[in-house]
Nanobody
Framework: DVQLQASGGGLVEAGGSLRLSCVASGFTFDDYAIGWFRQAPPKGRETVSCISSIDNGTYYKDSVKGRFTISVDVAKNTLYLQMNMLESEDTAIYYC???????????????????????WGRGTLVTVSS
């Protein structure tokens, strides 16, 4: 089975940090187009950050630029999201999702349009207290 398992969420004070992890199984990161997405009800799902091996590029939602960093450990088949200077507006359920196979998708296309995202992990809750 192709699966993604996210972890690392929790309760943190505003200004604090968390690192989310997403472990992939059933496929490798030889060729990847993958990212983090979040949903804070009643809002809809939004893209947080994406990364692709096609162009070694990254995409970030404007409000997280300079605070969040996305990265991949290919050897561990793991995606990360380092979140610093957290704000109450970052409170949400965070999901990792991937296009498997990557189909040549770059980070910008994945982040803006969400094309090809066909594998989703279960979310991890991030709560930022103000």
């Amino acid at each position: 089975d192709v699966q993604l398992q996210a972890s690392g969420g929790g309760l943190v004070e505003a200004g604090g940090s968390l690192r989310l992890s997403c472990v992939a199984s059933g496929f490798t990161f030889d060729d990847y187009a993958i990212g983090w997405f979040r949903q804070a009800p009643p809002k809809g799902r939004e893209t947080v950050s994406c990364i692709s091996s096609i162009d070694n590029g990254t995409y970030y939602k404007d409000s997280v630029k300079g605070r969040f960093t996305i990265s991949v450990d290919v050897a561990k088949n793991t995606l990360y999201l380092q979140m610093n200077m957290l704000e109450s507006e970052d409170t949400a359920i965070y999901y990792c999702a991937a296009a498997v196979p990557a189909r040549g998708l770059n980070a910008q296309t994945l982040g803006v349009y969400g094309y090809g995202l066909n594998v989703w992990g279960r979310g991890t809750l991030v709560t930022v207290s103000s």
